[in-house]
């Protein structure tokens, strides 16, 4: 008997990025433009998206998925201000879209204007994983250096926004904006900068112009 | 970057096409792994190891490509091991990669598929 030799020739994600196509076609057709924020740990995606609940207050409908590998703190963070799952990886450090579509079917209703997708802290594996967003936004916070956006490629390719946070300290740390978004810029010359500082709520709404714009184009592209 | 894990569900694949066969030993599973991929293959043939008992007679064969960019600017392509962010002929930044950023299973070679029985 010979050798059989079927051909596949598929990615090996192939399922997984089908379903994340169909998920953003179906958040496309509800109208509710999905943001996935990735980030170091610690470099603000939750205080930016308390500080985004405050400043909306309730214009917009928002809900978020945050996810992390343990506890469930940041839902605690976020509850108060939006319906909110926790997504506990367990261990693994990214989000991936079964996660996602689970978390998404616990929220009593899809009719939402935004959905935050906040992942684990990690700036190498989430820019591999479709997630069915829209936008996806790298942040930096200014004490992690301005030289990250070359030594990951990857993510700020990938990604149509560009975070710097903690702006508050930048008399302190030796982090040159100029230097970040020209490194950034040089890897994805369509992204969109913008520092602020989410704990102080300073330049959030520029952040939230931003999202608004993007949806409408959302909407406008839809019709 | 999580060669297992990318392992697990190329494997579940794997299986799912030896069943559709009739559950023939598989002889080779081919696979193709971009430089920007974030797949390692010495890291992915040792997490294929811990598979064997299940794929006894299987050889794990990775190609890895280049990774293939266009110009946005001049619409000038190329291929590069190492990516660069910038086009050769012109040294603009808007590059396009058009390939070489993939994991894709490409082929499974099962033996005597006219008879077996799996694992």
Redesign the interface.
């Known amino acids: 008997m010979s050798p059989m030799k079927i051909e596949v020739n598929k990615p090996v994600l192939h399922e997984q990025q089908q379903k994340a196509a169909w998920l953003r076609q179906s958040w496309t057709a509800q109208q509710t433009l999905v943001v996935h924020l990735v980030s170091s740990p610690g470099a603000g995606k939750t205080s930016l998206l308390e500080a985004t609940a405050r400043f909306w207050q309730n214009r917009y409908r928002m809900a978020v998925l945050v996810g992390d590998l343990a506890t469930e703190r940041d839902a605690e963070r976020l509850s108060p201000l939006a319906p909110t799952q926790q997504l506990t990886t367990g261990g693994a450090c990214h989000l991936e879209i079964d996660l996602i579509e689970q978390g998404w079917s616990k929220f009593p209703t899809t009719s939402y204007d935004f959905l935050f997708i906040e992942n684990v802290g990690n700036l190498v594996c989430p820019a591999s994983f479709d997630l069915g967003e829209h936008l996806r936004v790298a942040m930096l916070s200014v004490t992690e250096g301005d030289d990250k956006p070359g030594k990951y490629p990857k993510l700020f390719r990938t990604c149509q926004a560009f975070i710097i946070n903690k702006a508050d300290l930048l008399p302190y740390v030796p982090f040159s904006v100029e230097a970040a978004t020209r490194d950034a810029l040089i890897i994805q010359p369509d992204l969109h900068v913008m520092t602020l500082c989410a704990w102080r709520n300073e330049n959030i709404e520029t952040w939230c112009r931003y999202l608004v714009d993007q949806r409408q184009q959302l909407i406008d592209g839809h019709a | 970057?999580?060669e297992r894990?990318?392992l697990v569900?190329?494997l579940k694949?794997v299986s799912a096409?030896q069943v559709e066969?009739g559950g023939?030993a598989v002889?080779e599973i081919a696979?193709e792994a971009g430089s920007?991929?974030?797949v390692e293959p010495l890291l992915l043939q040792n997490a294929f190891l811990e598979f064997a008992p299940r794929f006894p007679e299987a050889i794990l064969s990775i190609q890895r490509t280049p990774v293939t960019a266009r110009c946005q600017t001049c619409h000038h392509s190329w291929s590069m091991d190492v990516?660069l962010?910038?086009c050769p002929a012109c040294h603009q930044?808007?590059v396009q990669?058009t390939g070489g950023?993939?994991?894709?299973?490409?082929?499974?070679?099962?033996?005597?598929?006219?008879?077996g029985c799996l694992p």
Do not use: W
């Open positions: 970057m999580h894990s990318l569900t190329l694949q096409i066969h023939a002889q696979v920007l991929s974030g990516f962010s910038e930044p808007r990669i950023d993939e994991f894709r299973l490409i082929s499974v070679t099962l033996k005597d598929h006219d008879r």
